[in-house]
């Protein structure tokens, strides 16, 4: 494999388009330029992001369960009509995965997965919760040894790795590296796994610009893919605690922290300098 080029380092994309005027602009370009620079404090950030998330329940929950519904079902119709994103996946790939494998290994749990982990216990570590979390995903989806699987969208491979290691077939192991928009195989999978997504709100939201494209991706409700059903139908349905998620980030941020002086050496390595490694720290950082 050949080393990351230095052009390819992570770098924020500033897409800012606002209907708001000016003076929003300009203060929310500063607010990236600090976020770039890691001006901003850990106290800072959390109330930035507890501002984010207040809006969003501001945004999602109506006075009245008739317009709770048809805000829902507006939603909803909408995703009907929306095509499968795909123009921005280059971008994405990109900011999250185009870093080495030894930094991620500072900030990440030892299978590198990077999303929600299960902490079955208060004393868990941030490897036995990735470990209890695959065990939940295999229970829940019936993974059993002679099954075909594809996972789309996997990241650093932490599942496909972990039911291959369990099973002890590590030679089945293929990667797919393909626009799934575009990709046509002939293949028939026993299970197919989706894994997590982000959201991309408005103009106006910081985070979102930070790190996607607005528009580039959608988390859905737990009931939404009860509203899809033409092609498949559900069978099972199952919630898990946000509080699972607020500790897997708690612990990414520790190790990241942790470990910053050994982070900012390897990316030096494959950025090309410090200012681009301290850059790409405060990115995972947020």
């Known amino acids: 494999m050949e080393p990351p080029k230095k052009e390819t380092c992570l770098s924020p ?3 800012i388009s606002m209907d708001s005027g000016q003076p929003k602009k300009e203060s929310m370009l ?3 330029d600090r976020l770039d620079r890691g001006l901003v404090s850990n106290e800072e950030l959390r109330e930035l992001v507890t501002i984010q998330l207040d809006k969003r329940l501001k945004w999602g929950y109506k006075p009245t369960n008739e317009e709770q519904l048809a805000f829902h079902l507006e939603f909803i119709n909408s995703l009907k009509n929306m095509d499968i994103s795909g123009g921005n996946t280059e971008m994405i790939n990109r900011e999250l995965y185009e870093v080495p494998v030894p930094f991620l290994k500072l900030m990440f749990g030892k299978a590198l997965k990077q999303s929600a982990c299960y902490f079955k216990h208060q004393s868990m570590t941030i490897d036995e919760a990735e470990a209890a979390m695959h065990d939940l995903y295999c229970e829940r989806a019936q993974i059993k040894d002679g099954l ?3 996972d789309i969208g996997c990241g650093q491979g932490a599942l496909i790795f ?3 290691q369990r099973n002890l077939n590590l030679q089945n192991v293929k990667v797919i590296l393909a626009d799934v928009t575009k990709y046509e195989t ?3 999978y026993d299970r197919v796994i989706i894994i997590e997504a982000l959201e991309a709100l408005d103009s106006e939201d910081w985070y979102s610009e930070y790190l996607f494209l607005k528009g580039s991706v959608t988390v859905i409700a737990a009931s939404t ?3 899809f059903q033409d092609d498949v139908s559900v069978l099972n349905h199952w919630i898990l605690n946000g509080k699972h998620m607020a500790r897997t980030h708690e612990s990414w941020l520790k190790k990241l922290l942790n470990n910053r002086n050994a ?3 390897i990316l030096k390595v494959c950025l ?3 200012e681009a490694a301290e850059k790409c720290i405060n990115h995972f950082r947020l």
């Open 13 to 15: 994309a500033l897409t």
């Open 162 to 164: 972990y039911i291959a």
């Open 272 to 274: 090309g300098t410090e």
């Open 186 to 188: 002939e293949a028939i």
């Open 30 to 32: 500063k607010l990236l």
């Open 263 to 265: 982070a900012i050496d």
């Open 225 to 227: 893919l009860l509203y």
């Open 148 to 150: 075909t699987i594809l």
